[in-house]
């Protein structure tokens, strides 16, 4: 049988294979929540840094004080 009496598919296919052997899997990642707990470290000393509702309104009051100094 020649390649050109085979039957064609209407749609290509491909075919995977594996090469080599996996590596096998950690049971606990290196770095778990490093970035989650990047975030909440604040500053060299390394404390956590204060709740989000805690830092906005200090953020909003110096706003404040400083637009009352603006004029």
């Known amino acids: 049988m ?5 039957e064609k598919p209407e749609t290509p296919s491909w075919a995977l294979a594996l090469v080599g052997a996996p590596a096998p899997a950690r049971a606990v990642p290196a770095r778990p929540l490093a970035p989650f707990l ?6 060299p000393a390394g404390s956590l840094r204060p709740p989000r509702n805690q830092r ?15 004029g």
């Open 2 to 6: 020649s390649h050109a009496d085979t």
């Open 38 to 43: 990047v975030q909440l470290i604040d500053g």
């Open 56 to 70: 906005s309104r200090e953020a909003s009051e110096r706003y404040a004080a400083g637009a009352k100094r603006m």
